[in-house]
Nanobody, 122 residues
C-alpha cells in the first residue's frame, strides 16, 4: 500500500506564508509527477502546481509568483511554499502523486492525500 500524508496547513493572516509538505510512503518503486491541488466548497478541485520527477514545474496563473513547488526525491516528498497569501487562497490542499508500486507489474497510478486546510484571514 501507498500513503500520502500532508502537513503544514493552518491559519495565517493575509500576506503571510505557509509551507506544505507531502510525504509518500509504502511499497514505492518510483514516483513520477507530483502536484498540489486545492478545493473549496461547491467548486471543483483545481491544480495549483505540478512537478515532474526531473524537476520541471507548472504553476496556476492565480498563484504564479507567490507559490513555489519543489520535491526531494530521496525523501519521496513534495513541498509547496506559499507566500503573499490571500483570502482567496483559503481551501483544502491535496497532494497528488503518480506512483508505480513495487513490484512494478503495473503502470503508474494516481494517489491522493487526505488534504490539509489552509485558511487565510483578512
Amino acid at each position: 500500500q501507498v500513503q500520502l500524508v500532508e502537513s503544514g496547513g493552518g491559519l495565517v493572516q493575509a500576506g503571510g506564508s505557509l509551507r506544505l509538505s507531502c510525504a509518500a510512503s509504502g511499497r514505492i518503486f518510483i514516483i513520477n509527477d507530483m502536484g498540489w491541488y486545492r478545493q473549496t466548497p461547491g467548486k471543483q478541485r483545481e491544480l495549483v502546481a505540478g512537478i515532474t520527477s526531473g524537476g520541471s514545474t507548472n504553476t496556476a496563473d492565480s498563484v504564479k509568483g507567490r507559490f513555489t513547488i519543489s520535491r526531494d526525491n530521496a525523501k519521496n516528498t513534495v513541498y509547496l511554499q506559499m507566500n503573499s497569501l490571500k483570502p482567496e487562497d483559503t481551501a483544502v490542499y491535496y497532494c497528488n502523486a503518480q506512483i508505480v508500486v513495487d513490484p512494478p507489474f503495473y503502470g503508474g497510478m494516481d494517489y491522493w492525500g487526505k488534504g490539509t486546510l489552509v485558511t487565510v484571514s483578512t
